[in-house]
């Protein structure tokens, strides 16, 4: 099975190979200053730029400051970028991965499996002296069509029962989950049940992704069972080779397309580990971790609280815990 994960060395072979990949940068800070002011500043060879607020995201509102973007938008974003069905895809941000990570799940989501973050982001590439430019490339436009439902997606009552018959992470930084402090958002806190598990563990001092066995093991204190996961063998199946997709409405219930039943999803897939951050964003690195541990797979994902909390704390009838324990 292919990692989600490149690095630089197998990045810098691809990209001088028969089947590059379309790369895309997608560097951004919270507060800015805004992202392609770094690209301008230089970028890797060939690399298009996408905004995470204007190209990533619907407009913020009820659904959260990040929403998913709407199918049809997010194709033509694609597009734009020169992105094609079948072929290979590598995104890169600042440095961890963490901003990355939502491009690699929207093409998930999209139905768009070869996508691939890079390890160290371009802060590694950099360092090693690696080709950069200030060159704007014009890409040829894509013809990727977005079939979204691909990876499971959960609302606020979804995210409730998941942390109450499951595991829900919680991305953020411990200040915030614990509610010392909260900068963007009407409440502190946390969502009731949820367990601490910050995108920043994911990465070690240099700044590279740490190792399968280091990131279980990371899980594995937070709370999650290493068993939670299905191997590839014993996947969710497929109507003719076609993902099945999977969405978790409001209650929690897992919901399947593509001929897969039902009880399939609830046994294997629904109930069981899913992630949440302050807008969705970072939580999708949550679940890059986890499919890098081996401990979820392409075939049998954790789920996204894409609201995240900046949905549920909007709610003043939602309840908010405080404190280092889940509850």
């Known amino acids: 099975m292919t990692s989600p994960l490149v690095s630089t060395s197998d990045l810098a072979v691809s990209l001088s190979g028969a089947e590059p990949p379309v790369l895309i940068d997608v560097r951004w800070r919270l507060g800015g200053p805004p992202g392609r002011e770094d690209y301008m500043r230089g970028h890797l060879p060939g690399a298009v730029f996408l905004d995470l607020d204007a190209d990533l995201a619907a407009p913020p509102g009820p659904g959260g400051r990040h929403p998913l973007p709407a199918p049809d938008d997010l194709q033509r974003v694609l597009r734009a970028a020169g992105v094609r069905d079948g072929v290979p895809v590598a995104v890169y941000d600042a440095d961890n991965g963490s901003i990355a990570a939502r491009v690699w799940w929207l093409l998930r989501w999209a139905g768009h499996d070869r996508v691939q973050v890079l390890d160290g982001g371009y802060a590694a590439w950099l360092a090693e002296g690696r080709p950069v430019t200030t060159d704007v490339p014009a890409p040829e436009p894509g013809d990727v069509t977005v079939r979204p439902g691909r990876m499971p997606v959960v609302d606020a009552d979804g995210a409730a029962e998941l942390a109450r018959t499951g595991v829900l992470l919680d991305a953020r ?41 280091d990131l279980a093991e990371h899980f594995a204190k937070v709370g999650v069972p290493v068993n939670e996961g299905v191997p590839a063998s014993d996947s969710v199946p497929a109507s003719e080779g076609v993902p099945a997709k999977v969405s978790v409405p409001a209650g929690g219930k897992a919901k399947a397309t593509a001929g897969v039943k039902e009880a399939d999803i609830e046994d294997k897939v629904g109930g069981r580990v899913g992630a949440y951050c302050g807008s969705g964003v970072t939580a999708t690195s949550v679940l890059l971790a986890l499919e890098v541990a081996g401990i979820t797979s392409a075939e049998a994902p954790a789920m996204l609280y894409a609201g995240s909390w900046s949905n549920w704390s909007a709610d003043p009838d939602r309840p908010v815990a405080t404190g280092e324990e889940p509850a």
């Open 173 to 213: 930084a411990p200040e915030r989950y614990r509610g010392d402090v909260e900068p963007i958002d009407p409440k502190a806190g946390h969502v009731p049940g949820a367990r601490n598990a910050p995108f920043a563990a994911h990465t070690g001092e240099d700044g590279r992704w740490r190792t399968p066995e």
